[in-house]
């Protein structure tokens, strides 16, 4: 017999604000992509200067991964996700009223600096709102609100863009990114017992046991053991996210220009290869947590799924290649999305897996890869397609940086915490006699 739930409970319901966070953040960034031809000819933009665009978004994205996870272990995610999400709105209703390629890449960069603390924020959330055995299904599970973010965003700004035009488009959704950030501050607390709706079975499940108890104060970030920790979950990310964000940039404009497809069947397209990151995204956290709940290892639960991911999408992207056959590379594509996006929930689950008490400066740590991909992958493709008119040629790179991310994965050591490792000597100054 089937028990359907009675209430939902105050943990699950965080999780889905998250989860429509992860969405709407997705729709506001990819959203130049689909609307990149008109916006390129009606301001009259080189696909390099449409790179350069794409990748004004990433510059203060990757500062901010670091400066807003540390922000959120200090200040907490509530007043973090606020600040970030008013910023992040503002700019996205601000790109609306651009005039030509410099207010274009400031709007651009003012929505990079609202959602650079966002995911690293996030992860600070799941923290203290998520069990340990569901980490691999939480990361998992927002990220694929991310993917279905991408995969709508195509048909939908398409639709919309129909109805107000491109500029009339980005306002109604920095109207939406408003309204999420006023649900927010209202409904969340950053101690789970602060809660008016939790109760002591949830707290039990979160392994607080607690309920009067103090939260501790919170140390200061060790810096300087933290982030050679981390370098190697950074250099594993940055190989996964030059080729994320070759597609959430430029697919639309592959089948466009690449195919000579008109908009609308270009963003079908885009969106039904985004479609398959959806699936991948919920299925590797799901993976994950099984491994991790049969065989108690982090190493295997983690590492081995990153690697099936990254190799599996090398794979499939070297087949493009080898045809021109519009629907087989369609197929090829998603396919590479499919196991790109296995990735997200194992190697979102391993900072807090590292380093829980530095969750969201861990997690920073770590998006500051792929934040740095987004700066040099859309513009590097753009410029290669401008001087070779070949649109293939700029996947030979991510099929090698893939290939090295997941041997990276072997370095990473999500099963070693960082609070058991020693701090580093310093040396004793004997006095002179």
Known sequence: MITIPRRVTAPGMVLFLLCLMYFITYVDRVNVGT???AIKGELGLTNTELGLVFSAFAYPYAVFQIIGGAMADKWGARRTLFICGLIWAAATVATGFVGGVVSLFLARFALGFGEGATFPTATRAMQSWVAKDQRGFAQGITHSFARFGNAI??????LMMAYVGWRGAF???GIVSFAWVLVWVFYYRDDPREHKAITNEDLER????????KPAAKPPVPWRRLIPRMAPVTLTYFC?????????NWLPSFFKDGYGLDIKNSALFASGVFFAGVVGDTLGGVVSDRILKKTGDLQKARRNVICLGMLGAAACLAGVFFTKELTLVALLLSGGF????????????VPMDIAPQYAGTASGLMNFGSAFAAIVSP???????????NWILPFAGSIGLLLLGAGLAFTMHPERPFENEPAPLTPRVVPAE
């Open 338 to 349: 499919f196991f790109l996006e296995l990735v997200i929930g194992p190697i979102w689950s």
């Open 379 to 389: 513009l590097t493709f753009g410029l290669i397609v401008d001087l070779t008119g």
């Open 171 to 173: 306002v109604v959704l």
């Open 240 to 248: 996964y996210g030059w080729s994320l964000w070759l597609y959430l």
């Open 153 to 158: 965003t195509p048909p939908l700004v398409v």
């Open 35 to 37: 609307a990149g031809p």
């Open 206 to 213: 979160l392994a607080i046991h607690d309920r009067t108890a």
